[in-house]
């Protein structure tokens, strides 16, 4: 563990690919560890006096309520930070803003459109910068999954089928990503044109090498669903692509998870939504409540999982 810590130390959070199957881990026992300390009201300050930024250029409620309520709990602040508000929207290169928040900060969480904006802040700045959801990724959100699937299935992912219905986009690219690194079997079911990213794609691949994982694309939800232990679905028209929004419902139109899809899936099989969700469209709302209690157990471990991504970045 030792090890682990000083491993990540330093470090950023961009993409699961960029860390080992044992990082993982280690972040998801810390998360359990630390969701044990808050729910038996045990003080943990792994942070304390330490100041994180949220830089965001779209809207949120998860992920800026879990980071700042998580650096609260931490013993440091969270200071949000709007583009509006902030020169980087009057134009201010990223490159000075990276510079000129590393004086200050302790570590810069940032939410943007261009994965390439994450790539380059990071480059530039001097603090661990966590990426809370760009168009390409949102690896929080999986480690979160991860962790709210061992709770509900079992701690040992490795053999597990998630099946991802709907649109290939930063979701998909990250579970893939990380069902790769832990040994899960992936298969994504989307329309033609809706594929996740092919770069990704064929990291993964290398990524499930390594751990025997089985990644698989398909247009036909029946087959992703087969067997699954773990269907999960997002948004149809993801934050950017409003003026899309039509012609996205109408190609995406038959990859809802509803009950009738569910009955390919195993009989244990858990529904998971990263939220915010839109009954009727990429998931029916009766299966929406009938998992109402793993899909709010994600969203709760959105704040224990990042908990221990900025301890083990940002602790010393
Ligand atoms: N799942 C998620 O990232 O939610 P927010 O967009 O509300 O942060
Ligand atoms: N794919 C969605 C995820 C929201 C958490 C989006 O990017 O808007």
Redo the contacts with the bound molecule.
Sequence with gaps: MREVWELLKGKDLISLHDLSTDEIEEILSLGSELKALQKAGVQHHLLEGKTLGMIFE?????????FETGMFQLGGQALFLSDKELQIGRGEPIEDTARVMSRYLDGVMI?TFAHENILNFAKWADVPVIN??TDLL?P??VLADLMTIREHLGKNLKGLKLAYIGDGNN?ANSLMYGCAKMGMNFMAATPKGYEPDNEVFENAKKDAKATGSLLMLTHEPADAARDADVLYTDVWVS?GEEAEREKRRRDLAGYQINRGILQFASKRAIVMH???AHRGEEIAADVFEDNADVIFD??EN?LHAQKAVMALLMGD
Excluded: F, N
């Design positions: 779209k809207a949120s409620t998860r992920t800026r309520v879990s939410r809370g959801l949102h929080c959100q979701m934050m990263c939220l915010p994600e969203a959105r």
